[in-house]
T-cell receptor, first 121, second 113 residues
């Protein structure tokens, strides 16, 4: 079974609108971390946001927020007020075996297949 | 400037000719990792290292070797490259297993003919 599933291969959004990129995950480990990365056409990987499984609040970073629904095992990325520069590939990723307190655990990181977001002027 | 560097950035080679892709970080990070990115498959972890002399397999280690003799360097070795190893390779490093401390290198585009 896929550990990280991104069901939207591609999405379009109008500039200044909000958009939600879906991510569901599969783990039996109680301690895990969820990440979102952006990859523009230039190729570099840019960290956007992180959510720990024990974090009480949904993570937010500027225009990015993570809609974390633990029972549903989903960690959707919400981008508010889309900009043309948001056009890129977006990857969801998970790290399991992550201690919430010490940060110890495995460095194994599993990525989804990505969603290509296109922002329309 | 804090960064992860990879060399070469682009490489075209032939089947069976041993090659090494270097990765170096200047942030004194403990954790380093190699990924390959293929269209429609996202990034898949090849190997990772939790510290000097500590390495472990990721999801797709076949055909690759790594070593971590010193903290800053984590080279990826292809002893006998094959065309199915044509891919975009990323090195990453982190001083933590969580959050935004993970830095990615710029990527190495490898073509094996």
């Amino acid at each position: 079974a896929q550990k990280i599933t991104q069901t939207q291969p591609g999405m379009f959004v109008q500039e200044k609108e909000a958009v939600t990129l879906d991510c569901t995950y599969d783990t039996s480990d109680p301690s895990y971390g969820l990440f979102w990365y952006k990859q523009p056409s230039s190729g570099e990987m840019i960290f956007l946001i992180y959510q720990g499984s024990y974090d009480q609040q949904n993570a937010t970073e500027g225009r990015y927020s993570l809609n974390f629904q633990k029972a549903r095992k989903s960690a959707n990325l919400v981008i508010s007020a889309s900009q043309l520069g948001d056009s890129a590939m977006y990857f969801c990723a998970m790290r399991e075996g992550l201690s919430a307190y010490s940060g110890a655990g495995s460095y194994q990181l599993t990525f989804g297949k990505g969603t290509k977001l296109s922002v329309i002027p | 400037e804090a960064q992860v560097t990879q060399n070469p950035r682009y490489l075209i080679t032939v089947t069976g000719k041993k090659l090494t892709v270097t990765c170096s970080q200047n942030m004194n990070h403990e954790y380093m990792s190699w990924y390959r990115q293929d269209p429609g498959l996202g990034l898949r972890q090849i190997y990772y290292s939790m510290n000097v002399e500590v390495t472990d397999k990721g999801d797709v280690p076949e055909g690759y070797k790594v070593s971590r003799k010193e903290k800053r360097n984590f080279p990826l070795i292809l002893e006998s490259p094959s065309p199915n190893q044509t891919s975009l390779y990323f090195c990453a490093s982190s001083n933590s297993l969580r959050g935004n401390e993970q830095f990615f290198g710029p990527g190495t585009r490898l073509t094996v003919l």
